[in-house]
């Protein structure tokens, strides 16, 4: 497996990662449409502290994360999905996707990272909580971290210095 940063990858094997495992998997109700950001990765995530990471095994697209920089410090943990068959501890993909984007996070001065998601995600809201987020108030998110219509939990990372 390997992880790097989106350098103009083919955008149609993101947008159909990511979207087959939020409806087909999972019924969330959302499309490609709502999500113009993957469409857009470079400007959309790629400013300020922020970034868009790809994970690999060989040729094949198994896994995505972002960190969307929307200032003073503050970014969002955005588009962390690995496919199916890559997930659990045992391959290590998400917890290497995770730290790749928290190693980048702290090394930019980022102090807190935010994210929103849906109920459904079960395994993801313990992965989180076990890399360190601590679950938030929808009150406590700043209006400044881009949230989807579908999100109902969220969570709050302190980057330690």
Known sequence: MRIVPY???DSDSIVELITSIQIDEFGVA??????PDLRNITQFYQQGAGNFWLAFDGDTLIGTIALKDV??????????????????????VAASLMQTLLDWARSRGVQSIYLGTVDVYHAAHRFYEKSGFTEVERSEVPDSIPLMDVDVKFYRYCVPE
């Open 71 to 92: 200032g003073d410090g503050v970014c969002a943990l955005r588009k962390m999905f690995v496919k199916r068959e890559y997930r659990g501890g045992g391959a290590g």
């Open 30 to 35: 959302t499309s490609a449409q709502k999500q």
């Open 7 to 9: 350098e103009g990858h």
